[in-house]
């Protein structure tokens, strides 16, 4: 398996333009999660998928944010209008119920907004 | 709701030491537990777990973690340190279908 798969690797985008982020789960793989990592807040989780269902987004900070999976190989996480201090690194992860609840992650995506 | 503490936001450890990465949960039924490390510019990455079968857990790279229910720890070890454990690390305990995070522990490895 190749494992979560995040695009792109790297973002930078100016104040106020739209960001989408994309995720591929690992196949077979009921939950979904995007984090948010800084070095002022560590790793936040924002949203998280249960059978491309949204479970629970308070971590999303503000209406800004938005998360969606349409199937169950596909989620994406928009940011509309950017503003400078979405700057961070977003990860991706998957897990299956039926494993402890253990966590993929993918590589992440390196959002830069000036 | 459950938490995790990592005590030591740096740790720092000579080549060769003995690595020491603390760990503790709040839960009064124990979770799985896991430890995470994080390579620079790199995701996170699955060290070990602990799934109630044996309370000493062994990992990848030489390392390994030591359930204690009675101290309400997962506390993370490694006899002989590499350069190349130089990263950061997370213990997570497991909820109902997520994974609570400590805040990491960033592990500096000095020649």
């Known amino acids: 398996d190749a494992g979560v798969i995040q695009s792109p690797r790297h973002e930078v985008t100016e104040m106020g333009q739209e960001v989408t982020l994309r995720c591929k789960p690992i196949s077979g793989h009921d939950y979904l999660f995007w984090y948010r990592q800084t070095m002022m807040r560590g790793l936040e989780l924002l949203i998280y998928?249960?059978?491309?269902?949204?479970?629970?987004d308070s971590g999303m900070p503000e209406d800004r944010f938005s998360a969606k999976m349409p199937n169950a190989s596909f989620s994406t996480l928009k940011i509309q209008p950017s503003e400078p201090r979405d700057s961070a690194v977003y990860f991706c992860a998957s897990s299956q119920a039926s494993a402890y609840n253990e966590q993929f992650f993918g590589p992440g995506t390196r959002l830069t907004v000036l | 709701a459950q938490s995790v503490t990592q005590l030591g936001s740096h740790v720092s450890v000579s080549e060769g030491a003995l690595v020491l990465l603390r760990c503790n949960y709040s839960?009064?039924?124990?979770?799985?537990l896991f430890w995470y490390v994080q390579y620079p510019n790199q995701g996170l990455q699955l060290l070990l777990k602990y799934t109630s079968a044996a309370t000493l857990v062994k990992g990848i790279n030489g390392f390994e973690a030591e359930f204690k229910k009675s101290e309400t720890s997962f506390h993370l070890t490694k006899p002989s340190a590499h350069m190349s454990d130089a990263a950061e690390y997370f213990c997570?305990?497991?909820?109902?279908?997520?994974?609570?995070f400590g805040k990491g522990t960033m592990l500096l490895v000095s020649p």
């Open positions: 998928f249960n059978n491309n269902v949204p479970i629970d």
């Open positions: 997570a305990a497991s909820g109902y279908s997520t994974l609570t």
């Open positions: 839960s009064s039924v124990p979770p799985y």
